[in-house]
């Protein structure tokens, strides 16, 4: 009994003095609410003061404040019990300190406040090094470089009464964080620093997003179903009345507001589905019931990067690559269409062709084409506008695709129709159409779109100057670009489903900064229509302003703050 009496106090006091000796690090947001997350979008600048005291005199060597962005995924194995996951550092912007900023010597002394103010600006993209596993296309690098959105990370809503529900798996997040680390070197050679405190604090952001292209949507894909055609029979037994076309193009993105994602509490666009009835002889197309809509959310999560855009068409083939999908519905409305009118048409009609496919528009007056089993020249159309509002539960982040974690959303549309003499229950068909959801810019922040005017007279300047064809002298040559970014890159790619990412042509050292200041010099450059600097991944030396800490299976260590 003594001995155990002996055991606790001693495991106190060892506790106590581990405490005593641990420097307290307090993290101030500027205009932060209490007990609130606070949330920033592209471009915006997130501003405090990293306050330290300690109780006894500490030796530190080196003091790192960081905007950390991470994410981290977990998934069930099939071959063998247990799960696999990733963790990945894709962002770590670095608050450089003045030397003058710390105490000399580098001993904190109690009962004195060591401050040190921190800026970070949220960057519209990452560094292309983040991205460096194998991908099927060059458009995936130019969707998994743009900055991910908070996600999975639990937090307080707005209201103060709830957690913000954003619909993630508890198998995946994306967190974001500004960091402090204390260390002090070690006293063995060769040894790794001693962590004396690390503290983080989490900030949500929600980037900017533009709108994409239209996706192509193939037959086969098993997310999205563009096009569906339905036999109309009286019952079970008796012969079709004729054969039921839907279709329906992808509609305009809802945008959402960085402020507040979850507040959406005004119709934030339309669908509109297209019906048409091919019928046996001289039958009447079927009248219409009610329409309704569901949100379909669909969250992608992976083990390892993701080469190509996750589909739910090869689902199957995913558990034995460490890939899985987790989705949700949320119900949208429902509305009664039975007033919908249908109008006939014949192949006499001289304003309309016959069309294949519901593809190429998103035009309210497109008609789907014919059934497969069309053979007469009769048919009717009608077309079902259905809006589209987000309920006010549930917080919505813009769709995005990462090296680990993708957000895709489809809207489901549903309609029920009531055939001539039918005694079977009512049926139904549905299209799954792709929705996208970007986010627009914080008004001021200047980072997205930024147009520059340039008078007439200023380009008629320029372009009637003299210019010299002669080579530069090496006093005249002038780096063009930041150290480790020597490669040249021309863009004449297509539109595509994303903004575009160039071909690179590289080459490095001091001849394409010459071959690129002789261009410039004789206005050959002007010919192309995209010149952008890019980062050399062979150069040894990168942007302090990120740091790069790669893909590493993790054993689901948590990493998180301290």
């Known amino acids: 009994m003594a001995t155990s009496s002996i055991i606790t106090r001693g495991s106190s006091s060892l506790a106590n003095f581990t405490v005593r000796s641990r420097p307290k690090v307090d993290i101030i947001l500027a205009n932060q609410t209490d007990g609130l997350v606070p949330s920033f979008t592209t ?27 991470t994410s981290r995924t977990s998934v069930e194995r099939q071959s063998m019990p247990g799960r696999t996951g990733a963790y990945h550092t894709f962002l770590r912007l670095r608050q450089p300190i003045d030397e003058s900023a710390y105490p000399t010597p580098r001993v904190l002394e109690p009962g004195r406040n060591y401050e040190f103010p921190f800026t970070f600006v949220v960057p519209e993209r990452l560094l292309p090094h983040i991205c460096n596993h194998a991908k099927t296309n060059l458009h995936v690098e130019q969707s998994h470089t743009l900055l991910p959105p908070t996600f999975g990370d639990p937090m307080i809503a ?93 509609p305009k993105p809802v945008q959402l507001s960085p402020s507040d994602t979850g507040n959406c ?157 039918s005694r079977i229950l009512t049926p139904t068909a549905s299209l799954k159409v792709p929705l996208q959801l970007t986010c627009e810019a914080q008004p001021g922040s200047g980072t997205k779109g930024t147009v520059v005017d340039i008078s007439q007279d200023e380009v008629n300047t320029q372009f ?23 490669s040249v890159q021309v863009s004449n790619l297509p539109p595509d489903r994303s903004r575009m990412l160039p071909p690179s042509v590289t080459n490095s050292g001091s001849a394409i900064r010459y071959v690129a200041e002789f261009m410039l010099q004789i206005g050959l450059l002007g010919q192309f229509s995209q010149v952008e600097l890019v980062p050399d991944p062979e150069q040894a030396v990168l942007d302090p302003s990120q740091e790069h800490v790669g893909l590493r299976a993790m054993g689901m260590d948590t990493g998180d703050t301290g």
């Open 43 to 69: 471009g915006d600048t997130i501003k405090g003061t990293v306050t330290i005291t300690v109780d006894h005199d500490t030796r530190f060597d080196d003091l790192e404040i960081t905007f950390e962005g």
């Open 158 to 250: 707005t209201n103060r009464k709830s957690v913000i529900d954003d619909m993630a798996p508890e198998m995946c997040r994306i967190s974001y964080l500004v960091r402090v680390t204390l260390q002090r070197k070690p006293m063995a050679q060769n040894a790794s620093p001693v962590t004396l405190v690390s503290v983080g604090k989490k900030v949500r952001v929600i980037p900017a997003v533009d709108e994409e292209p239209p996706l192509n949507v193939e037959d086969n894909d098993g997310l999205y179903s563009v096009r569906k055609e339905k036999d109309v029979k009286r019952g079970l037994m008796r012969g079709k009345l004729g054969r039921l076309v839907l279709a329906a193009a992808q």
């Open 265 to 421: 509490d005004s119709v934030s666009t339309v669908a509109t589905m297209q019906l048409r009835f091919d019928p046996v002889g001289n039958e009447q197309p079927p009248r219409l019931g009610t329409v309704w809509s569901k949100l379909r959310v669909s969250t992608f999560y992976s083990s390892d990067p993701w080469g190509d855009y996750p589909s739910a068409a090869c689902i199957k083939s995913w558990a034995q690559m460490g890939r899985a999908m987790y989705t949700e519905t949320v119900p949208l409305s429902t509305m009664c269409v039975a007033s919908a009118q249908w109008t006939k048409h014949t192949d006499t009609d001289t304003d309309l062709e016959r069309r294949d496919s519901m593809h190429s528009t998103s035009s309210t007056d497109s008609l789907p084409g014919p059934s497969a089993s069309f053979a007469g020249n009769t048919y009717y159309t009608a077309s079902v506008v259905v809006p589209v509002t987000l309920p006010k539960a549930k917080s919505f982040v813009p769709t995005f695709y990462s090296c680990l974690i993708a957000r895709a959303y489809a809207l489901e549309l549903s309609v029920s129709y009531h055939a001539a003499n």
């Open 464 to 486: 009637f100057s003299p210019r010299s064809i002669a080579p530069p002298s090496v006093s005249e040559l002038v780096p063009i670009a930041p150290p480790a970014y020597t």
